[in-house]
């Protein structure tokens, strides 16, 4: 039976320019890098984000960018507090922060960005719960 996600792993250009986005934006901290060794398919860094036991562990390797760019992407949580600090954050590195979707009051706030590889990324304030539950109001 599945358990939970293990990791995600993301294909990047430059393993640096991607650490500053998860350690800057994000809040992770790095756990191991290959350095020039490589027993996956390329050098390879891990990260985590968030405090155990429930810390996500992100991969990065080394590879070529995704050739497009595509609503596919990783939410993660955050505080609506921290909102107009993490969208700063984002601009001051120069990413492309993309418009987000049209919404109904309640759902929360969500900051869609693209990394240099064109994975999309959005920090969202919302829960699932809190979702469904505006949802089950418009009937």
């Not at 250009?13 to 398919?41: H, N, P, Q």
């Not at 993490?86 to 049209?102: F, H, P, Q, T, W």
Request: with cysteine; charged share 30%; proline share 1%.
């Amino acid at each position: 039976m599945v358990q939970g996600i293990s990791h995600i792993t993301f294909i990047v250009a430059d393993l640096d320019r991607m650490e500053a986005v998860l350690v800057g934006i994000l809040g992770a901290r790095k756990v191991y890098d290959s350095g020039d060794r490589t027993f996956s398919l390329s050098k390879e860094r891990f990260f985590l984000i968030g405090d155990e036991p429930n810390a996500i562990w992100i991969a990065t390797m080394e590879g070529d960018a995704l050739p497009t760019r595509t609503y596919n992407h990783v939410a993660f949580k955050i505080d609506d507090a921290d909102y107009e600090a993490c969208l700063g954050r984002i601009r001051d590195m120069g990413l492309d922060v993309r418009e987000g979707r049209s919404r109904v009051s309640g759902e929360g706030r969500s900051i869609y960005f693209h990394d240099h590889d064109n994975h999309l990324f959005e920090l969202h304030t919302g829960t699932l719960g809190e979702r469904l539950a505006r949802y089950a109001e418009e009937g």
